[in-house]
């Protein structure tokens, strides 16, 4: 299976400054196809995962610009270029290159 | 816009059985895979099983096999998920997820979850 690494476990930021969150995978997570399955997910409290990012930097419908994705490989970086009070919560990289789909361990994103 | 309901959880004693189901609104059920992850209270996530768009190819995670199997009914556009020999360590919500569309792809909408808790 792919471990998936995140780091820190948790971001105490202050409002209106950036934030970032590190990702890992134990392999490369390039598909045989060329594409990189590596989502980001945010998990605010008492609600269920919400998909942010998918293949590395593509963000999905609705999620604000201030969140973007990069990376290639093995490393992979989420940033939010200005947290705002509801972007409190717990995020999640996962990888969907390979079964069985994996997660990384997540980070809490709180505010100062 | 895409709705993903899941019913069926609740307390069962160790050794027990449950069937969760998934129903979804709002896309073409039938074209699309689902996934079933759940989440311990508190805890990280963990895949559990995947079905093909048409029911043809299924996987599940390793530790278990043979005890959880996952359907789909595409006439009722309705997602299965059926649990036995049930462990204290299954006691997490359990969460739908509808995949994306088009080749390898990944969960991109989530259900509200529903809460499995094994115990005596």
């Known amino acids: 299976d792919i471990v998936m690494t995140q780091t820190p476990l948790s971001s105490p930021v202050t409002l209106g400054q950036p934030a970032s969150i590190s990702c890992r995978s134990s392999?490369?997570?390039?598909?045989?196809?060329?594409?990189?399955?590596l989502s980001w997910l945010q998990q605010r409290p008492g609600q269920p995962p919400r998909l942010l990012i998918y293949k590395i930097s593509n963000r999905f419908s609705g999620v604000p610009d201030r969140f973007s994705g990069s990376g290639a490989g093995t490393d992979f970086t989420l940033k939010i270029s200005r947290v705002e009070a509801e972007d409190v919560g717990v995020y999640y990289c996962?990888?969907?290159?390979?079964?069985?789909?994996?997660f990384g361990g997540g980070t809490k994103v709180e505010i100062k | 816009q895409v709705q993903l309901v899941e019913s069926g959880g609740g307390v069962v004693q160790p050794g027990g059985s449950l069937r969760l189901s998934c129903a979804a609104s709002g896309f073409t059920f039938s074209n699309f895979d689902m996934h079933w992850v759940r989440q311990v209270p508190g805890k990280g996530l963990e895949w559990v099983s995947f079905?093909?768009?048409?029911?043809?190819?299924?996987d599940y995670a390793e530790s278990l096999k043979g005890r959880f199997t996952i359907s789909r009914d595409n006439s009722k556009d309705t997602l299965y998920l059926q649990m036995n020999s049930l462990r204290a360590e299954d006691t997490a919500v359990y969460y739908c997820?509808?995949?994306?569309?088009?080749?390898?792809?990944?969960?991109?909408?989530w259900g509200q979850g529903t809460l499995v808790t094994v115990s005596s």
């Open positions: 997820a509808k995949s994306c569309s088009g080749g390898n792809c990944y969960p991109d909408s």
């Open positions: 392999q490369s997570l390039v598909h045989s196809d060329g594409n990189t399955y």
């Open positions: 079905v093909r768009y048409d029911g043809s190819s299924r």
């Open positions: 996962m990888q969907a290159t390979q079964f069985p789909l994996t």
